[in-house]
């Protein structure tokens, strides 16, 4: 069964810290990874997509890698704001084309 | 802008009153999808449309169906929604399958109630 596991599932930072949230997956054969945004109670704002024959991808603060060998992809936020307070998801696209979600990392960024 | 929209964002039905969700797009992609979220849950994929050909994911209720009448348009149709079929509905679109094309943008949503 594939799947798609997020560590931690909230996570709590004062305002201007970098932080890494971390995504794991069990399926080594995918096609590309995406990291989402999803503010409560609104849909899903993609964030980054990083192709599996690229490493990283990066948008302004924003830093997402790739490691398909262990099956790990990051996401590095710089100089956190409170602005950046969401539920981050990761899915990666399986070979049926199917997007296969992660729980989320609830992030709070304390002014 | 081009974008994904949902109508209604928020729907009040009945137990067991057909109920239908609305999305349409103006990025004239190819791929329309449809997601079931419920609380502090992943988004789950319920079937997506590649152009007029439909695709059924095989753990999805045959209470719910889908339409979709041109390239811009898609319905989600619950026949006899339940208590169970409370969440939100999420629409998302993709210009192909493979590769880049195939990075998804989402809608708001729509936020079903079933009283």
């Known amino acids: 069964k594939q799947e798609v596991t997020q560590i931690p599932a909230a996570l709590s930072v004062p305002e201007g810290e970098n932080l890494v949230l971390n995504c794991s997956f069990t399926?080594?054969?995918?096609?590309?990874l995406q990291w989402f945004r999803q503010d409560p109670g609104k849909g899903l704002t993609s964030l980054l997509l990083?192709?599996?024959?690229?490493r990283e991808q990066t948008s302004g603060r924003l830093n997402a890698s790739l490691d398909k060998s262990s099956g790990r992809s990051t996401l590095y936020i710089a100089a956190s704001q409170p602005g950046d307070s969401a539920t981050y998801l990761c899915?990666?696209?399986?070979?049926?084309?199917?997007?296969?979600f992660g729980q989320g990392t609830t992030l709070q960024v304390k002014p | 802008d081009a974008m994904v929209i949902q109508n209604p964002r928020y729907q009040v039905t009945q137990f067991g009153k057909p109920v239908t969700l609305s999305c349409s797009q103006t990025?004239?992609?190819?791929?329309m999808y449809w997601y079931q979220q419920k609380s502090s849950q992943a988004p789950k994929l319920l079937f997506h449309?590649?152009?007029?050909?439909?695709?059924n994911e095989a753990d999805t209720p045959d209470n719910f169906q889908s339409r979709r009448p041109n390239t811009s348009f898609c319905f989600l149709d619950i026949r006899s929604p339940g208590l169970g079929d409370a969440a939100m509905y999420l629409c998302?679109?993709?210009?192909?399958?493979?590769?880049?094309?195939?990075?998804?943008?989402f809608g708001p949503g729509t936020r079903l109630t079933v009283t």
């Open positions: 449309y590649y152009d007029k050909d439909f695709n």
């Open positions: 899915a990666h696209r399986s070979n049926t084309g199917k997007l296969i």
């Open positions: 990083i192709q599996s024959s690229q």
């Open positions: 998302a679109t993709s210009r192909g399958l493979a590769g880049g094309s195939s990075e998804q943008y």
């Open positions: 990025l004239n992609h190819n791929v």
């Open positions: 399926d080594s054969a995918i096609y590309n």
